[in-house]
């Protein structure tokens, strides 16, 4: 910016305030953009923290899956016994793996699913909620830019003659004549 400091140098105090209102707007216009970023991070680190709490209780389901299968396969196996039936063999072991394994395994591989999938989406969103931070900042950083150049392009623009202006001639008042 040093390109303004003849523009600076000879403009008036209402220019001069003017650039600064120009720079100010400019710092606060980054600042907002950094505040902007900070609270998209804060909001990516929840969403993975969610995320988190999410697939340790999809963990939590499916071991309680497996209990509760471990359990439902030692009744059929002591029912049968009570029974006078041998619980590995024939009918016994049809029940324990169609209607009490098969479910129950079904079940814990859909609580892993929905474990990895917690993640995933998690990661997902956190990822997404960080890019809006980074674009805020850029959006912010632009804003500024485009800010300072404008007023430094008004203040460049305000003042005495241009430089096209003739010189050489000049009448009886002393002014120009081309």
Excluded: C, W
């Excluded at 395994?105 to 995933?120: L, P, R, V």
């Excluded at 500024?144 to 008004?154: C, D, E, F, P």
Aim: charge should be positive; avoid cysteine.
């Amino acid at each position: 910016m040093a390109f303004l400091a003849p523009a600076l140098a000879s403009a008036s105090a209402l220019q001069t305030a003017s650039m600064a209102f120009s720079a100010f707007s400019a710092v606060m216009s980054i600042k907002q953009g950094m505040d902007t970023k900070k609270a998209y991070n804060a909001q990516a680190r929840q969403a993975e923290l969610e995320g988190r709490v999410e697939a340790v209780r999809e963990k939590e389901r499916g071991i309680q899956v497996l209990a509760n299968t471990r359990r439902a396969l030692a009744s059929v196996n002591a029912i049968a016994s009570a029974g006078g039936l041998e619980p590995t063999i024939g009918t016994p072991q049809d029940i324990g793996t169609f209607n009490v394994l098969n479910p129950g395994i079904n079940d814990f591989i859909t609580s892993k699913d929905n474990e990895a999938s917690a993640i995933a989406s998690a990661s997902a969103k956190a990822r997404d909620l960080r890019y809006a931070g980074k674009q805020a900042m850029t959006g912010a950083l632009i804003s500024a830019g485009t800010s300072l150049a404008t007023a430094s392009t008004n203040l460049a623009g305000i003042g005495g003659p241009g430089p096209l202006m003739k010189t050489g001639y000049t009448d009886v008042m002393g002014l120009g004549v081309g």
